[in-house]
């Protein structure tokens, strides 16, 4: 399958301070990339939608003030935790689509914990 | 009705048997749908799409039921490596969100 890399993959902050998480498509163009958070044995949660060269789409109850997100290129999308809170600590997942209709391939993850 | 449902499970299954997943989506107008695998703290993995016609993939066989409106996955003489939670995976093209299911844990015993 196609390579998505999500980078970092362990970060710890302090709170108040804001993190940046990276995602790329290494081997294709991603005309949509999605972003996850999930908590501890629970399934992965929506966060935002976002399509190259327009403002992402945010799920009802996601701050997108507070979760940045920017899709620059066809072969990276970044996601800002601002004013990160411990309460924002858990583990971030982007995956990435070519086309519509077709599977969307995931990065390894983004594991935050705020202290 | 929430969008996408599965059995949680767990559900733990001798190695070499038979083991079938039902996954149920709301939203008739939706058009692909995928199987994925995820191990414990790792991201997704895509297992396989699954077409109207139905598919096969070695010993994983998945179906898709456009009428009631569920999706299978059917895994043949299960190995150990098989444990997993395996989640459906639903896209919704009216607003092109990928909808995922719970997951549901699949425990291969010994």
């Known amino acids: 399958g196609a390579v998505v890399s999500q980078h970092p993959s362990r970060v710890i902050c302090k709170s108040g301070t804001s993190v940046k998480i990276e995602c790329r498509s290494l081997d294709f163009q991603a005309t949509t990339m999605f972003w996850y958070r999930q908590f501890p044995k629970k399934s992965l949660m929506l966060m935002a939608t976002?399509?190259?060269?327009?403002?992402?789409?945010?799920e009802q109850g996601v701050e997108k003030d507070k979760f940045l997100i920017n899709h620059a290129s066809l072969t990276l999308s970044t996601l800002t935790v601002t004013s990160a809170h411990p309460e924002d600590s858990s583990f971030y997942i982007c995956s990435a689509r070519q086309f519509l209709n077709t599977e969307a391939f995931f990065g390894q993850g983004t594991r935050l914990t705020v202290v | 009705r929430k969008e996408v449902e599965q059995d949680p499970g767990p559900f733990n299954v001798p190695e070499g048997a038979t083991v079938a997943f039902n996954c149920t989506y709301s939203n008739s107008a939706s058009q692909s749908f995928f199987w994925y695998r995820q191990d414990c703290r790792k991201e997704p993995k895509l297992l396989m799409s699954v077409y109207s016609s139905g598919n096969e993939d070695g010993r994983f066989t998945a179906q898709l039921n456009r009428a009631s409106q569920y999706i299978s996955l059917l895994i043949r003489d299960s190995k150990l490596s098989d444990s997993a939670t395996y989640l459906c995976v639903v896209n919704e093209n009216r607003d092109d969100k990928i909808i995922f299911g719970k997951g549901t844990r699949l425990h291969i015993l010994p």
């Open positions: 976002s399509n190259e060269g327009s403002k992402a789409t945010y």
